[in-house]
Structure formats: structure tokens, C-alpha cells
């Protein structure tokens, strides 16, 4: 690069307002929210760091595609355009659209799987879970020991434990494994990347024990910068050839279009099992629509045909995964813990690290995620205890960068507000539920801050 400043590889054409409020007005709405910034308005919010997925700009080429969408119920000339982008990148023979990431993972487990039948991954994602949990399958995680401790560097810490892998398979037997899935980049893991000869050794015990592999797509473009920057012959490699030779190790995928399409919505399944496929597009039809829409308008799959290619570009995602970095970086180098290293979409701020004083019953994560907005408008979302319960092993808050939307100033303007609340951790206390529902309870929980004193220590 020939300056060490990022700029952003675009110019704004057409923007869009984000609202001010005062620090007594966020106060107020903070607590009508029950301090879950899920039930906050989007328009108090001033910077939406809530998630990346959906949340992106479009840029003028997909404007212009959604314009020629073809809205034909059957044999739409927009799905001809999606699949061929699709399979230009990814190499499946089978390309069948759904409305986002979960529609293609619940039919994906409802036509591959059973009850009793164990699923690993590096790490699942929620949704992948639970649609795994709701067939009465087991989604088993198998990520490297590294990925559970938030302070180590590991260049591929998204990668899979291949000899658990083996050993998972030798204990409950191939037949109980209908298929092995990678999530690149781990976002469960923070974001973290996965290392071809990593994809290639879980490809290989796959293979040897006849067992598909799919990949979890979503943020496939970021994987592949990674690998480009970190991994040994694949610098001179571009991000698609390296998406490529990847895909090529697996039988098929899921994928959500809201993060690396670059698409406000919609996603795909991908296989190569001409069997499958049939049975799949006999589900799409019964519950997300028709093969060549499946669940989206034809103006949607152009807009995801062009995006997945941009998602791609070279300059976009210098950028991007230098502007995620810059973020980190400035927020590590003043003592504030994050999971490291900064992942491809988000940073996770280290809440236990963050907050010593506050046990994980006290939601750590969501203490500092509700004083985030406090400070400053920011909405984060945590991942922690009260997502899991006490199976968390780590209370994080992510702080998920939407594509192509904020600039570095507003990435400063955070950078200010997290010092702040570093500055006066000590004061912050903890949380305590005051309703939760029966499952995914994170979305709808009521909360509010603990009456009892600050801890001594913190007094004197
Ligand atoms: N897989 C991964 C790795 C994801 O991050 C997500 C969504 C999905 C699958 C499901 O896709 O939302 O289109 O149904 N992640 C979002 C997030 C919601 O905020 O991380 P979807």
C-alpha cells in the first residue's frame, strides 16, 4: 500500500442520517429496554455495531442489477445470474436460493440428517444448533485449544481440531455422521479464520471415512484474505482462487447473502449430491418458494449475483479487514482486553477480563454493552451468559462492523467511547435478570442492574 492510512475504497452517493440523544435521554430509553439492546429503537441508536449480517451498503452496480430483476415465478433469467455468479466461486453443482443462512441449514439437516446423528463443526452458530437440536441431532464443536483462551495470538484460530475430529468419529462411528461442517470465519470463535491445510486435513479424514463436508460460508471472502496475508503460497493467490481451491475440498455449503454477499438479505445451499439436491428442492418448494427463487424477490438474487463478487475485490478487502484491525489494535495497545487476534467482521471486547469484579452471574457482557450505549450511542451485542447460560466459557461483547458503512472516523469516535468506559470500570456493577423466556432467552431477557454496594476495594 503506498500510504499507512486506510481510506475507504468508495465514495458516498447517497447517505443516510443517524440521530444524536443526550446522555439523561439514553439513560431513560436504556432502562425502558431492560438494559437488552435487542429492545432498544434502531433510531436511538447511533452506531449500530449490533451485527454485520444484512447491515451493509449495496453499491451502485447491485442498485443498478436490482433494477433488471426478473420477477418470473418460474425459470427467471435474475436466478440464471445467481447461480452462474455462485458456481463461478464456489464450484457446486446444486445452487438452491433461500431467504437467508438458516433457511438453507434447516433444510440442509432436515434432508441429511436424523435423530441420534452427531454434527461437528469448528464451532456452530446458533442457528446452526439449534436447526441441528430441532431434528434431535448432537451439533458438537471441535475448535483448537487456542480458541478458548481470548488473550492468545494464533493466526488460524477458526481452525478444527482434526485428531479430535478422528477421535470423535472412531468413538460414535462414521454412520452417526452424516456431515462434518467448517464455519468460515469462525464467527462463534471471534471471527477467526480457518487455514487451508486445515480445510484440506478435515477434507481428507472426511474422505477417508466417507463423510461429506460442507462449509458455513458466510463470511468466506474475509477467510480467504486471511489465508491470502497469513497462510505460506497463497500471497500471490487471489481472494477467489483461493475460494476456489477451498470449496473444491468440500461437497457443498450453507451460506447467509447478508454478510459476504454483501446482500440486506437472502442465502443459498449449495451441493454437489444430485440426490440430495432433488430432495432439498422438494422441501424449498413446500416451505420458501420456488427452485428459482426460493423465498427471494428476483431483484434480491441479482443484487446478491453482483455483491458475492464484490465481497471478493482485493481493495475492499484490504480495507476491510484493516479497518476491523485498526479497531482492535488501538483498543488492545491501551490495555483493554479483546480476544485476540481482531477476527475478519468484529472485535469482542474480553467482558471477564474487562470487569474482574462482576461474576459471570452478573453478566459481565451485558454490563459493559449497556454502558457502551450509555457513553456514547453504542449498540453491541453480547455473547456470553446470558446467551448460553452457564455453559458460556467466555462473556464477550462483539462489536460487529456492518460492511462498507461506517467510515474510520466513526471507527475513532468508538475507540473514544470504549476508552471512556475503560476508564471508570470499576464503577460498573452488575446484572441481574428479571425475565427470561424458555429458549434463545438473549433476544427477549429484561434485566437490571444490582442494588448491592460496590465491592469495598472498589471504594476505597
Ligand atoms: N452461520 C453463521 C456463521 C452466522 O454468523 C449466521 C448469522 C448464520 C449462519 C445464520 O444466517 O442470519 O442469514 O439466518 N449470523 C448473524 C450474526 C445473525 O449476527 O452473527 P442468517
Known amino acids: 500500500m503506498p500510504s499507512k492510512t486506510i481510506i475507504e475504497p468508495f465514495r458516498i452517493k447517497s447517505v443516510e442520517p443517524i440521530r444524536w440523544t443526550t446522555r439523561e435521554q439514553r439513560e431513560e430509553l436504556l432502562r425502558a429496554a431492560h438494559y437488552n439492546l435487542f429492545l432498544l429503537p434502531a433510531d436511538d441508536v447511533l452506531i449500530d455495531l449490533l451485527t454485520d449480517s444484512g447491515t451493509g451498503a449495496m453499491s451502485t452496480r447491485q442498485w443498478a442489477a436490482i433494477m433488471q430483476g426478473d420477477e418470473s415465478?418460474?425459470?427467471?433469467?435474475?436466478?440464471?445470474?445467481?447461480?452462474?455468479?455462485?458456481?463461478?466461486?464456489?464450484?457446486?453443482?446444486?445452487?438452491?436460493?433461500?431467504?437467508?443462512?438458516?433457511?438453507?441449514?434447516?433444510?440442509?439437516?432436515?434432508?441429511?440428517?436424523?435423530?441420534?446423528?452427531?454434527?461437528?463443526?469448528?464451532?456452530?452458530?446458533?442457528?446452526?444448533?439449534?436447526?441441528?437440536?430441532?431434528?434431535?441431532?448432537?451439533?458438537?464443536?471441535?475448535?483448537?485449544?487456542?480458541?478458548?483462551?481470548?488473550?492468545?495470538?494464533?493466526?488460524?484460530?477458526?481452525?478444527?481440531?482434526?485428531?479430535?475430529?478422528?477421535?470423535?468419529?472412531?468413538?460414535?462411528?462414521?454412520?452417526?455422521?452424516?456431515?462434518?461442517?467448517?464455519?468460515?470465519?469462525?464467527?462463534?470463535?471471534?471471527?477467526?479464520?480457518?487455514?487451508?491445510?486445515?480445510?484440506?486435513?478435515?477434507?481428507?479424514?472426511?474422505?477417508?471415512?466417507?463423510?461429506?463436508?460442507?462449509f458455513d460460508a458466510c463470511r468466506f471472502a474475509e477467510n480467504a484474505y486471511f489465508v491470502k496475508q497469513r497462510e505460506d503460497g497463497y500471497s500471490n493467490k487471489t481472494p477467489k482462487q483461493i475460494t476456489q481451491?477451498?470449496?473444491?475440498?468440500?461437497?457443498?455449503?450453507?451460506?447467509?447473502?447478508?454478510?459476504?454477499?454483501?446482500?440486506?438479505?437472502?442465502?443459498?445451499?449449495?451441493?454437489?449430491?444430485?440426490?440430495?439436491?432433488?430432495?432439498?428442492?422438494?422441501?424449498?418448494?413446500?416451505?420458501?418458494?420456488?427452485?428459482?427463487?426460493?423465498?427471494?424477490?428476483?431483484?434480491?438474487?441479482?443484487?446478491?449475483?453482483v455483491g458475492i463478487q464484490e465481497s471478493l475485490e482485493e481493495d475492499y478487502l484490504r480495507y476491510r479487514i484493516a479497518s476491523t484491525a485498526y479497531l482492535g489494535n488501538h483498543l488492545a495497545n491501551e490495555g483493554v482486553p479483546i480476544l485476540q487476534p481482531p477476527g475478519g467482521h468484529a472485535i469482542y471486547l474480553d467482558a471477564r477480563a474487562f470487569l474482574p469484579h462482576i461474576p459471570p452471574t452478573q453478566f459481565p457482557g451485558v454490563a459493559l454493552a449497556g454502558e457502551?450505549?450509555?457513553?456514547?450511542?453504542?449498540?453491541?451485542?453480547?455473547?456470553?451468559?446470558?446467551?448460553?447460560?452457564?455453559?458460556?466459557?467466555?462473556?464477550?461483547?462483539?462489536?460487529?462492523?456492518?460492511?462498507?458503512?461506517?467510515?474510520?472516523?466513526?471507527?475513532?469516535?468508538?475507540i473514544e467511547v470504549v476508552l471512556a468506559v475503560w476508564q471508570r470500570r470499576e464503577q460498573i456493577r452488575g446484572m441481574k435478570l428479571t425475565y427470561q423466556a424458555p429458549f434463545l432467552r438473549h433476544f427477549t431477557a429484561y434485566l437490571e442492574p444490582v442494588t448491592a454496594e460496590v465491592p469495598q476495594l472498589l471504594e476505597a
Not at 263 to 289: M, P, R, S, Y
Open 73 to 214: 415465478y418460474a425459470g427467471s433469467r435474475s436466478f440464471d445470474r445467481f447461480r452462474d455468479s455462485i458456481q463461478e466461486i464456489f464450484g457446486y453443482h446444486h445452487v438452491i436460493p433461500t431467504h437467508q443462512g438458516r433457511a438453507a441449514e434447516r433444510i440442509l439437516f432436515s434432508v441429511a440428517c436424523k435423530k441420534g446423528d452427531v454434527i461437528p463443526n469448528n464451532t456452530h452458530f446458533d442457528t446452526t444448533r439449534a436447526n441441528i437440536e430441532f431434528i434431535g441431532a448432537e451439533a458438537v464443536d471441535l475448535p483448537i485449544p487456542e480458541a478458548r483462551q481470548p488473550s492468545k495470538w494464533h493466526p488460524f484460530k477458526g481452525n478444527m481440531d482434526v485428531a479430535a475430529l478422528e477421535e470423535l468419529i472412531a468413538r460414535v462411528g462414521r454412520e452417526r455422521i452424516p456431515l462434518v461442517m467448517i464455519t468460515i470465519t469462525n464467527n462463534s470463535g471471534g471471527g477467526q479464520p480457518v487455514s487451508m491445510e486445515n480445510a484440506r486435513a478435515v477434507s481428507a479424514v472426511c474422505h477417508k471415512h466417507r463423510i461429506p463436508l460442507y
Open 245 to 305: 481451491e477451498m470449496f473444491a475440498l468440500g461437497d457443498g455449503c450453507t451460506m447467509s447473502a447478508k454478510k459476504d454477499g454483501m446482500a440486506n438479505i437472502g442465502g443459498f445451499l449449495c451441493t454437489n449430491d444430485g440426490v440430495l439436491a432433488a430432495q432439498e428442492k422438494d422441501l424449498l418448494i413446500l416451505t420458501e418458494g420456488y427452485p428459482t427463487y426460493g423465498g427471494l424477490a428476483g431483484r434480491d438474487l441479482e443484487a446478491i449475483a
Open 372 to 414: 457502551l450505549y450509555l457513553e456514547g450511542g453504542i449498540r453491541s451485542v453480547e455473547i456470553g451468559s446470558l446467551m448460553f447460560g452457564a455453559a458460556a466459557t467466555m462473556d464477550l461483547v462483539r462489536l460487529a462492523i456492518p460492511r462498507r458503512v461506517y467510515t474510520q472516523s466513526h471507527v475513532d469516535y468508538v
